[in-house]
């Protein structure tokens, strides 16, 4: 193994008291500003305002950095609270919780070597021709090495965070109570289901053994689809902590920005057929968005699939729901969208007319693109700025409504889709490509 000295990394609290423990100080410095800050305004006769009065830059700063320094659920939970479009939470917090998405910084070289000694054994090197101490990435839950085994094969390891797994449960209560406090969440807002969502989901993204099998499960799924490539799993090297496979080589996919249009529009097309079938055909979606997620290879023109961990299956329910959606928007039919959104979750016959009118309205904005006959252009498009304020305004209005977790991760990864095109400023015939499937 191999030390730099600019890759020192930062130790993970890992016991379930030290982690307790730093979130309290991250309560007790925040609450302690946001109490300066009240006197302050009370003392000028200023409305007291709970998003204004707490984050504050400083306090900003500290929860963004305490949270990435925890890792683990902790930093998790913030990057998927901090949506990119429709958020139910204020813009400062979720301000705060994008700083996390590239936040991670690495285990030392030590506590990665007694990891991997616990997964191995004392004498795991020996496998190696070559083990690169410094990681090519890190990220919330673990963090990911380039390895040659003795026989050539060229893997990528991913290791995870020693006490991940075990704080899952306290790390989302820590910080859900954290937003609660604050003032910060919508009031009336049951986050409760959507907090069990998310706690199932971590646990099953801090087991490795389960991610390998979804990898295989993609890998056998896409066997035949000339536009993917999905790594190989090392099942001998691989624990519940440590996932070995691999290596695929490629450039970050937002490099295909650079690349000429017809390159540009086949990239989005395939991604954007790619999370129909998961959600119509498969039944399994990679529920995270995240660009690093992707790799493209510019020789062969392949996009390299490579975290795993987020795969979730799609409850029967949601699948029907959202194909009613799609199938009601193709047909203008709005009696039968306004049923679909009830089946997820997004409306009930308790929803004021005031907040259905809204999020039918925001419905429509969001899903009109998708049935034009016209190819959409993502780059010409204006559709983030009035969904988002379109979201705030329904958070002002009292909107609580807590839609189907799956129905939301969906919505995220869509999101996420549409960002990324935008990115690479594709064009897309999406009328024809929905048709296909709904």
């Known amino acids: 193994m191999t030390d730099r000295r600019d890759n020192r990394g930062a130790a993970i609290p890992k016991g379930r008291l030290s982690r307790l423990g730093r979130f309290g100080r991250l309560a007790a410095g925040t609450a302690s500003e946001a109490l300066g800050n009240s006197l302050q305004a009370l003392a000028r006769g200023e409305k007291l305002d709970a ?39 204020p813009r400062e917090l979720t301000d705060v ?17 007694r990891v991997l000694t616990r997964n191995w054994g004392p004498d795991w090197l020996s496998r190696f021709a070559h083990f690169e101490a410094r990681p090519m990435a890190a990220a919330s839950i673990g963090q990911v090495h380039r390895a040659r085994t003795q026989d050539g094969r060229e893997l990528a390891i991913k290791v995870q965070y020693p006490g991940v797994r075990d704080s899952i449960d306290s790390d989302v ?21 959507m907090l069990e969502e998310v706690k199932r989901q971590l646990r099953d993204e801090a087991d490795y053994l389960r991610e ?9 799924w896409l066997a035949g689809a000339d536009a993917f490539v999905t790594p190989q799993l090392d099942e001998e090297l691989t624990t519940p902590n440590v996932l070995a496979m691999s290596y695929l080589p490629g450039d970050p996919i937002e490099t295909v920005a ?5 390159i540009r529009n086949r990239v989005i097309a395939d991604l954007s057929e790619l999370v129909l079938r998961e959600v119509f055909e498969f039944g399994a979606i990679q529920s995270d ?7 493209y290879h510019p020789e062969t023109g392949r996009i390299g699939l490579l975290d795993f961990g987020a795969v979730q299956d799609i409850p029967d329910t949601v699948r029907q729901a959202g194909r009613r959606l799609l199938r009601a928007g193709l ?28 999020v039918l309205e925001l419905t429509d904005m969001a899903l009109a693109p998708l049935f034009e006959a016209r190819t959409f252009d993502f780059d010409a498009s204006t559709l983030i700025a009035p969904l988002r304020e379109g979201g705030f305004k329904l958070r002002e209005m009292g909107y609580a409504r807590t ?36």
Do not use: C, W
């Not at 009065?53 to 963004?64: E, F, G, K, Q």
């Not at 919780?97 to 070597?113: D, N, T, V």
């Not at 968005?289 to 790799?295: I, L, M, S, V």
């Open 97 to 113: 919780l994008a700083r996390l998405r590239e936040s991670a910084q690495p285990m030392p070289p030590h506590q990665l070597k």
């Open 51 to 89: 998003s204004r009065l707490v984050l504050t830059p400083s306090n900003a700063r500290r929860m963004a950095n305490e949270l990435a320094h925890l890792r683990g659920a902790a930093m998790k939970m913030g990057q998927m609270l901090s949506m990119d479009a429709g958020d139910l939470l």
């Open 173 to 193: 209560d820590n910080l859900a109570s954290l937003i609660a406090l604050s003032g910060l969440a919508p009031r009336g807002l049951d986050l409760k289901p």
């Open 289 to 295: 968005p995240n660009f690093a997620n992707y790799r």
């Open 258 to 262: 650079e690349a000429a249009p017809d």
């Open 331 to 358: 047909a203008a039919d709005g009696s039968e969208r306004e049923q679909a959104l009830i089946e997820l979750g997004y409306l009930s016959d308790e929803t004021p007319p005031d907040q259905r009118a809204l």
């Open 403 to 438: 839609p189907a977790p799956m129905a939301v991760f969906i919505q995220r990864k869509v999101a996420g889709l549409y960002l990324l095109g935008a990115k690479l400023n594709a064009r897309l015939d999406t009328r024809s490509l929905l048709e296909r499937y709904v």
């Open 212 to 220: 390998g099998r979804m990898m295989t499960r993609f890998g056998d």
